[in-house]
Nanobody, 123 residues
């Protein structure tokens, strides 16, 4: 019903920046909370950032506060993750997700996922 497609990942040097995009189709993102998770090999999927349905409130995990910014463009049904001051520990596959109702830090509670985009940060 909802399809999410990420783009914008790649290889970047430590201290650099990337902007991830997630385009939605099928249904408008205005009906959902949207956010980003990431997963490194051997680790569980980790909450990164989310934005409320109204777009007025954002949430971030402590490790990315001050460096990452989540935003939406409802006219294009797109969610973005601007990542600055990247560190090697940010290396992971990044997934965008959508969830009915209030956001959750637990990936098992999210309803839809994109295919993921690889972010690799070299030192």
């Amino acid at each position: 019903q909802v399809q999410l497609v990420e783009s914008g990942g790649g290889l970047v040097q430590a201290g650099g920046s990337l902007r991830l995009s997630c385009a939605a189709s099928g249904r408008t993102l205005s009906n959902y909370a949207v956010g980003w998770f990431r997963q490194a090999p051997g680790k569980e999927r980790e909450f990164v950032a989310a934005i409320s349905r109204t777009g007025s409130t954002t949430y971030y995990t402590d490790s990315v506060k001050g460096r990452f910014t989540i935003s939406t463009d409802n006219a294009q049904n797109t969610v973005y993750l601007q990542m600055n001051s990247l560190k090697p520990e940010d290396t992971a596959v990044y997934y965008c997700g959508a969830k009915y109702g209030i956001y959750s830090r637990f990936g098992s509670q999210w309803n839809y996922w994109g295919q993921g985009t690889q972010v690799t940060v070299s030192s």
